[in-house]
């Protein structure tokens, strides 16, 4: 079935550290990718989303490339900061193939980032 | 910006008795999620809702859970007979359409006793 892993926690860096939290994926068709991050104390928000192949999702300095052939969705950032500090969830949707359509969300266990001053 | 609101943050309960979990979603929302975390595992898909029926259900949606839309603004998740394994993260979510992405509130933490 499908199904999201992605790196074990925690990370934590300096500021203004390059960033990354590798994600892949296992899927039938052509998913629909998310990063979703959850700040202390809060829900889920959507951070990004990439709906096809080659396809790159950016937000807030963070960005990540749909690569099809290596089944990946990796977090980049060039540059974090302290308010950066939450979990980071890769997601997928098996109803990606439908135009983009979004249904159910399959989630990785997350990745806890602290980012030190 | 309008968002999904969750009660009560915290719920206790001794096992076996009966909770329901609330959710506002956002007002002109018409798909609605609800999904759990157990406390160091991943956020699990628990069952989708539209159009006053359940959509899809995952396998742990069995009959001890149910969900309710009351009237035309809370949405809830009953559980029946609680159990400790019950005791997780509970969010809901809601979208405008498929093609949009979900909006999560903050979630109710069920500790079950």
């Known amino acids: 079935g499908n199904s999201v892993t992605q790196m074990e926690g925690p990370v934590t860096l300096s500021e203004e550290a390059f960033l990354t939290i590798n994600c892949t994926y296992t899927a039938t068709g052509y998913p629909s990718l998310f990063w979703y991050v959850q700040y202390p104390g809060e829900g889920l928000q959507l951070l990004l989303k990439a709906t096809k192949a080659d396809d790159k999702g950016s937000n807030k300095g963070f960005e990540a490339t749909y690569r099809k052939e290596t089944t990946s969705f990796h977090l980049e950032k060039g540059s974090v900061q302290v308010s950066d500090?939450?979990?980071?969830?890769?997601?997928?949707?098996?109803?990606?193939?439908?135009?983009?359509?979004?249904?159910?969300?399959?989630?990785?266990?997350?990745?806890?980032?602290?980012?030190?001053? | 910006?309008?968002?999904?609101?969750?009660?009560?943050?915290?719920?206790?309960?001794?096992?076996?008795?009966?909770?329901?979990?609330?959710?506002?979603?956002?007002?002109?929302?018409?798909?609605?999620?609800?999904?759990?975390?157990?406390?160091?595992?991943?956020?699990?898909?628990?069952?989708?809702?539209?159009?006053?029926?359940?959509?899809?259900?995952?396998?742990?949606?069995?009959?001890?859970?149910?969900?309710?839309?009351?009237?035309?603004?809370?949405?809830?998740?009953?559980?029946?007979?609680?159990?400790?394994?019950?005791?997780?993260?509970?969010?809901?979510?809601?979208?405008?359409?498929?093609?949009?992405p979900q909006h999560f509130g903050d979630g109710t933490r069920l500790s079950i006793l």
Request: charged content about 20%; hydrophobic content about 30%; proline content about 4%.
């Open chain 1, 85 to 117: 500090s939450a979990v980071y969830f890769c997601a997928l949707s098996d109803r990606g193939n439908y135009g983009g359509s979004q249904g159910n969300l399959i989630f990785g266990k997350g990745t806890k980032l602290s980012v030190k001053p």
């Open chain 2, 1 to 100: 910006e309008p968002e999904v609101t969750q009660t009560p943050s915290h719920q206790v309960t001794q096992m076996g008795q009966e909770v329901i979990l609330r959710c506002v979603p956002i007002s002109n929302h018409l798909y609605f999620y609800w999904y759990r975390q157990i406390l160091g595992q991943k956020v699990e898909f628990l069952v989708s809702f539209y159009n006053n029926e359940i959509s899809e259900k995952s396998e742990i949606f069995d009959d001890q859970f149910s969900v309710e839309r009351p009237d035309g603004s809370n949405f809830t998740l009953k559980i029946r007979s609680t159990k400790l394994e019950d005791s997780a993260m509970y969010f809901c979510a809601s979208s405008s359409s498929v093609n949009q």
